[in-house]
Nanobody, 116 residues
Framework: VQLQASGGGLEHAGGSLRLSCAAS??????MGWYRQAPGRQRELVAT???????NYIDTVKGRFTISSDNAKNTVYLQMNSLKPEDTAVYYC?????????????WGQGTLVTVSS
């Protein structure tokens, strides 16, 4: 199982960035993005199930959009109106269900830095 994330980088406040994550090896029940800022715990940003059910953390609602291409096993995160507080390492996540128990897979982190 591999999760290959791309995108990220340095952007000014108010700008946009797009993250992509391609998964291989399994068909996942859901995929999404988490982030971890320096000195803080990893937090969920957005998730999307194969059925298209979407969940966002409140702080990104209206600014970030998660989407997926099931045929490509790929998830995207379009980040608009970026704020300095969005600065973090973003991690791609994919879940499968095994006997009803969720199992997590993680991609390598990609750094997003938003300057004020």
């Amino acid at each position: 199982v591999q999760l290959q994330a791309s995108g990220g980088g340095l952007e000014h406040a108010g700008g946009s960035l797009r993250l992509s994550c391609a998964a291989s090896g399994l068909i996942f029940a859901s995929m999404g993005w988490y982030r971890q800022a320096p000195g803080r715990q990893r937090e969920l940003v957005a998730t999307i199930t194969r059925a298209g059910i979407i969940n966002y953390i409140d702080t990104v609602k209206g600014r970030f959009t998660i989407s997926s291409d099931n045929a490509k096993n790929t998830v995207y995160l379009q980040m608009n109106s970026l704020k300095p507080e969005d600065t973090a390492v973003y991690y791609c996540n994919a879940k499968i269900l095994r006997a009803g128990t969720p199992i997590d897979y993680w991609g390598q982190g990609t750094l997003v830095t938003v300057s004020s």
